[in-house]
């Protein structure tokens, strides 16, 4: 898959800064163009082609794409002769449909062998999201967590979710992923520094939906039940995400991870001596049978730390078997 997104660069087009944006547009759930309050649809653009047209225009506003790159994207190899008459005959509809008498100040303008839209003249939700996230990373956490909200309660439903045929749309969709991952673990992370555990597992839970196999945001989730007082729910995580790495990656979590476990397992032996003498026993024979070999006991001692073990897991052992 070839890429063509760019991302939000420097503006090229020169447009007064306090111009009011002449259209306002949705990518995210439905597609939607508003023009002074009006919505328009693809069939006042002309048909699918063009609103694809302007689509792609959009996820680069401010940056042109020449008339090559869009006809690779629209037509790919079935490009013909006629391709470029064709394209520039859907420019002019959308061009009446968004900017009616305005064919030199309106969004839409020519540059460089192709087209680009003034981001000035637009207002579009994929960059607000945006803007929202770099705001919010300029911010004290306090006063970033609402942007970061803001933000992903724009980005709520899917981006381009209405063009499931083209792979433009699809690599913008996994950038757009990608961000929105990033932005659910920071959002999470900053919950659990403001105390609001419960707001931290609810996003990060989202993040681990979207990628199973992030590591940092199973970390977040353990910590976040920690932080919640709630060991059993976070142990349950943390089985959860070890089989799952073991299934698809043939490898354990990393050390931040087994440390917050860890943590966990203490917390929850904390209410029940017997569960505590337990897991005393194994984290000493864990530590005698693979930990570092520097701390040598006496061999009184040490026959006798290995009995106790022995004797509290066994007795655990037999009573779970009895139990069950």
């Not at 047209?53 to 020449?66: A, K, M, Q, W």
Request: net charge negative.
């Amino acid at each position: 898959m070839s890429s063509f997104y760019l991302g939000k660069s420097e503006n090229i087009v020169d447009s007064p800064k306090e111009t009011a944006p002449s259209i306002s547009v949705r990518l995210f759930g439905s597609f939607e163009v508003r023009r002074d309050g009006v919505a328009l649809t693809a069939a006042d653009m002309g048909g699918c082609k063009p609103r694809h047209i302007l689509e792609i225009l959009l996820l680069n506003l401010g940056t042109p794409v020449s008339k090559t790159r869009l006809i690779d994207l629209l037509w790919g190899a079935g490009a013909s002769d006629g391709s470029v008459a064709t394209l520039e005959s859907y420019i002019s509809g959308i061009r009446r449909a968004i900017q009616p008498g305005q064919t030199k100040t309106g969004p839409l303008r020519t540059a460089n062998s192709g087209y680009v839209l003034d981001p000035t003249l637009v207002d579009l939700d994929l960059f607000r999201f945006r803007d929202l996230v770099r705001d919010a990373g300029e911010l004290p956490p306090a006063e970033a967590y609402p942007l970061m909200l803001e933000a992903l309660e724009i980005s709520a439903e899917p981006l381009l979710g209405f063009e499931l045929a083209s792979d433009w749309a699809e690599e913008a969709r996994a950038r757009h992923t990608a961000e929105k991952v990033a932005l659910q673990i920071l959002a999470a992370e900053t919950a659990a520094l403001l105390d609001k555990p419960d707001d931290a597992v609810n996003l990060v839970q989202a993040a681990i939906r979207a990628e199973p196999l992030n590591e940092r945001a199973w970390t977040v989730l353990v910590t976040a039940y920690e932080q919640a007082g709630l060991p059993a729910e976070g142990l349950s995580a943390y089985d959860r995400c070890r089989r799952l790495f073991d299934r698809d990656l043939g490898c354990s979590p990393g050390p931040a991870l087994q440390e917050a476990h860890l943590r966990l397992l203490r917390q929850r032996a904390e209410s029940n001596s017997e569960l505590s003498e337990v897991l005393a026993a194994l984290l000493y024979l864990g530590e005698r049978l693979n930990g570092p070999k520097s701390r040598q006991l006496p061999a009184a001692e040490s026959r006798r730390m290995h009995e106790n073990a022995g004797r509290v897991l066994d007795s655990f052992l037999q009573r779970v078997r009895a139990a069950v």
